[in-house]
């Protein structure tokens, strides 16, 4: 992993692997019948339980694949900073929440997907580096997701 940050294309390894598990998290959620039952769950649970989803099945399976993109966003962040400390990235809730919403994903659930809420993040990071090259201060930032320099 220490070659993680190579760029063999002109494109970093971490954004070509962030491409990677948004297409096979897009294709879990379109295609396979765990993808409708994540979506009718997310609409009403209530209803898909009666549609005969098994709710809790459903429900365990999504946490777990959850868990594991955790797992691996956290080594992808353990080798972006060359160690591993408990506060390393602790203001990295509100932008990612902020992405998803920017994305068009509804915090409600039944709605969105996880290739908007990549297209959310490129927006927020192209947003990010506009202000950086512009050499806007941090005081002069007023969207706290952005975190300018």
Do not use: W
């Not at 971490?14 to 994540?38: E, I, K, M, S, Y």
């Not at 080798?79 to 990612?96: K, Q």
């Not at 993040?121 to 201060?137: E, T």
């Amino acid at each position: 992993m220490s070659n993680i940050h190579a760029a063999p294309f002109g494109i970093a390894n971490v954004v070509l692997f962030a491409v990677f598990v948004t297409t096979f998290v897009q294709f879990l959620q379109d295609r396979p019948l765990f993808g409708r039952h994540l979506y009718a769950i997310g609409g009403d649970e209530a209803l898909a339980k009666q549609l005969g989803v098994n709710v809790d099945r459903v429900k365990t399976l999504a946490f777990t694949l959850a868990g594991c993109l955790y797992g691996i966003g956290a080594l992808l962040l353990v080798t972006r900073m060359g160690s591993a400390t408990s506060p390393a990235e602790l203001n990295l809730l509100f932008p990612t929440i902020t992405a998803v919403v920017v994305g068009g994903v509804a915090l409600t659930g039944g709605v969105g997907g996880a290739k908007n809420a990549f297209l959310g993040a490129l927006i927020l990071a192209v947003l990010n580096n506009g202000m950086v090259l512009m050499a806007v201060s941090g005081n002069n930032c007023y969207v706290p997701s952005i975190g300018c320099h």
